[in-house]
């Protein structure tokens, strides 16, 4: 056996059992082997999610991204027929759609999806919320847990769960619930204590620190940031 080979079959063994950050390594390696790296990424994507009751994941994600990049007519085909509008079909009790915000964060344009974020909880608030363009620490306390989760699992799938409010909340706890701790650990203000400035000085892509989208306006206070970070959709 070729030692091209060895190193495909070691990547592919990798892809299905490696921990995350040895499956997305080996995602990114087998996206530069073109057709063979297409057909790898595929058939793993088919034999986890196809017929399956799994919900996607970080690494399905990753291997999505990388195939929606490709060239491939075959790769296009697939998609096209298997993932036509990501790999996730969002959930709402209240009947609002993600597609955009999927279709964003596919993209990886995380500028714009954080954007779509906060529409889409003005959205769940109701029309007074979407006339003021932000909502009330109460309004959360109401949002559904499903519609909640369904935005975070879209943030978290498509970057390599580094973001999403489930990420905050996890080192919002981890760090006793100190908020000033909080927003300096999410790179939203500076250790000597200035906020970071909308949008220029927040960090756009994966290089962000752990939890750092999607954004709240931590200038009006804590309490809608602790009233998303207190809802049951990260205990269920």
């Not at 196809?50 to 085909?77: F, M, V, W």
């Not at 706890?173 to 927003?183: A, N, V």
């Not at 994966?206 to 990260?234: E, F, K, T």
Request: net charge negative; aromatic share 10%.
């Amino acid at each position: 056996m070729s030692s091209n080979a060895t190193g495909i079959d070691t990547l592919t063994a990798t892809l299905a059992a490696g921990s995350l950050k040895k499956q997305l390594q080996a995602v990114y390696e087998l996206s530069e082997l073109d057709a063979t790296g297409d057909r790898i990424l595929i058939d793993f994507l088919k034999a986890e999610l196809i017929g399956q009751d799994n919900t996607p994941s970080a690494i399905h994600g990753s291997a999505y991204q990388r195939l929606c990049a490709s060239e491939s007519d075959t790769t296009k085909t697939f998609l096209y027929q298997r993932f036509p509008n990501g790999l996730l079909t969002p959930q709402s009790e209240r009947g609002i759609d993600y597609s955009e915000l999927q279709a964003l964060l596919v993209k990886q344009d995380y500028q714009s999806a954080d954007k779509l974020t906060m529409q889409k909880l003005c959205e769940l608030a109701g029309e007074q919320a979407m006339q003021r363009k932000w909502v009330y620490f109460t309004e959360v306390s109401q949002f559904p847990v499903s519609d909640l989760q369904t935005i975070d699992t879209l943030w978290r799938i498509y970057s390599e769960d580094r973001f999403g409010w489930s990420k905050q909340h996890e080192l919002w706890t981890r760090l006793g619930k100190d908020w000033e701790r909080l927003w300096t650990q999410l790179g939203w203000k500076s250790a000597e204590g200035a906020w970071t400035r909308y949008p220029m000085e927040f960090i756009w892509d994966l290089s962000a620190p752990i939890g750092h989208l999607p954004l709240s306006n931590q200038l009006r206070g804590v309490r809608m940031m602790d009233s998303l970070l207190s809802h049951p959709a990260w205990t269920q």
